[in-house]
Structures are given as structure tokens and as C-alpha cells.
């Protein structure tokens, strides 16, 4: 539930009926810099579209954050391919645009609007400690962008903007959530509102935090150089198979337990991944495949990874053929955002004292 706060100067829709001064409403985004993972699938997409499906949230809006992604050079052919491929995977997972607003983050500008307010809102400390900033520039800080600094004060204005209560991330993207609630608080106390909620993440279930195939202590990513570390969305049945195969995992067979998987990480990995796809309790799986040998556990888990992804790559290889079809889903999705975000960005203007 999100954290109780008291009425805002000027909510959208107070909603008493679930207990909290905003109405409950969700926002979520993917960067559209590579292919989709396996991770991006199961710690993100899959619980957007179960929210959505679950209702009780006035809207659910998801977004393809391209403003993020050139934060890093992003080639402009492979931007726009990317960004209507991640919609694509939206479509092809069950976000339903009738339902879902689905939007790509240039198209509404007041994204970029209420970034600049919440940059003079953040502080330099709070960007500098952010781990993502000291991975992704490393020890070249000096000739990493401006944009991937204060790329955390734009997403919490990805999320602000809306008044969204609930984000669904996976737990890569806390430090973020905690730091898009900390903008919040000091904006609001320093203008002395109660203007912007303090938003709750929402980092829940087994896939929280798929990791590398190639090496268990590692997050799967889009960006690892190694195509073996991680399955993409669009990997055939063929390929999903052999890098599950190829797998790391170490000699033993799977203990009886959960709890028996605790140093051993690549191993672990399978387990949580199979039981996100199967939709089991990890204990669950330990009763069925406890005592397996990796020789009979890799091909039941290639099994249930082909059977899950198989209808989402072809369904996004037939969207991807009519690539004029998603751009304008996501142009009449960002028309409604616009609805949303420029009442509130309004308000923020006004509070923070521009003349209107
Ligand atoms: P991004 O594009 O890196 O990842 C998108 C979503 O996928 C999740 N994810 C994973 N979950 C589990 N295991 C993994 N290996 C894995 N890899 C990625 C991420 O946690 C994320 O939920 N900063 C964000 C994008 C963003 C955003 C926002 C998110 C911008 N504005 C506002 C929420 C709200 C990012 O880079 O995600």
C-alpha cells in the first residue's frame, strides 16, 4: 500500500476510498538502448502487464524512456528501431493500449520540464552516490554526459509527473526509487505542500534480480558483451535452448531445500528463473527437482523458457512489420499522458513561484 501521506495542495483526484490522499496509479518505464532480456521480461513487463490486468489502479502507464537511453550515444537508426521494438514487447507480452497508456518519454515534454525543476530540487551528493552513476561512468567520470548524471532526477520526474503511487521495477532500479522519493519530500518541504506523493516501489516475486547465465554474481543485461549471458526476446527456440545448456552452474545436483542454494549462486539463478516462469514458490520447485542432476533440470527449464517466449517473439516479429502501427499507438498513448502530466506540471510551475 503506499505510505500514508495527508492531502495534498492540489491532487489530480483525492481518492478516500483507498485510504490515501492520491489516487492510486501506476508508472513504470523500460530504456529503449537494446534488445529486451529475460530480465527486462520477468522483473519488469510480466508484473506490468499482471498490474494491469489486476485493476484497481486508475490508470497504468508504461513508457519506453528514450530521454534515458541517450544518456549513453545511441545510434538514431537503432533508437527508433529500439524504441518500436520495446513497444512491440509491451504489445506482444498483453499490455493493451485500451487499457495501458503506452508512450515513448520524448513525445511529452513535460518530462524534460519538470526534470530541470527537480535538477535545482537534487543535490550533487545525492547524484554521486548513486551506484548505476559510479558503474556506468567508472573512472572516466569527466567525459561521461551530463545527461547520465542527473539521469535519476529525470526519472523521478517520469514518475512524479503523474502523481504515480506504485512503480514496478526490479530491485536494480531501488536506489533510484529511493532517491525520486527523497526529490519528493524536499520539494515539498521546501515549498512548504504536500504536493507530490511519496511513491512506493513495487520489487516483488522470485525475478526480482535474473542474473548473468555466464556468471551468478552478475545482473543479465542488455549491455554485457557476452550474447551468452543473457536470453533475448527475440532468440529463437534453438538459442534459447543452447544458452540454457551452456549455462554456469557448478558439479552437485540441486539440494532438497531453498535454503541449500545459498552459495551457489549460477545455480540459485535457475531455480528463481524457472519458478518466475512456472509461476511456483521456489520451495515448490525444490520439492519437484530436488535431488536433479543440471543434465535433467537445464532441459525442463528450456522447455518452460521456450513455451513462455515463443508466442511473445513472434507475436513481436508480425508487429514489427508494421512499424506505422505502433508509432501511432504510441503517439495517441503520449495524448493522454499529456492530459495527466500537464495539469500537474501547471501546478508545480506555480508553485515554485513562474508566472503563468
Ligand atoms: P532498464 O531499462 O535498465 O530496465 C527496465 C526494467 O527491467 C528491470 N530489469 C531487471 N529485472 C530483473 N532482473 C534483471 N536482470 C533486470 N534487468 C533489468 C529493471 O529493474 C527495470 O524495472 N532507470 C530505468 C528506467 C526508468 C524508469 C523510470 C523505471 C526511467 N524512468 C521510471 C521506472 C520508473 C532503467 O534503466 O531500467
Known sequence: MPAPVSAPVSAPT??????????????????????LTLGNY????????T?????GFAQTLYCMVDMHAITVWQDPDALRRNTRELAAGYLAAGLDPARSILFNQSRVPEHAQLAWVFNCVARMGWMGRMTQWKDKAGKNAEAASLGLFAYPALMAADILLYHATHVPVGEDQKQHLELTRDVAAKFNHDYGVDFFPVTEPVIEGTATRVMSLRDGTKKMSKSDPSDASRINLTDDADTIARKIRKARTDPEPLPSDYAGLRDRPEARNLVNIYAALSDQGTDQVMRTHGGSQFGAFKPALAELAVETLAPISAEMARLMQDPAEIDRTLAAGALRARDIAAPILERTYDIVGMLR
Request: aromatic share 8%; proline share 9%.
Open 14 to 35: 483525492p481518492d478516500a476510498a483507498s485510504g490515501t490522499a492520491f489516487t492510486p496509479r501506476i508508472f513504470s518505464g523500460i530504456q529503449p538502448s537494446g534488445g
Open 51 to 55: 498490474m494491469q490486468d489486476q485493476g
Open 42 to 49: 520477468l522483473g519488469a513487463i510480466r508484473r506490468f502487464v
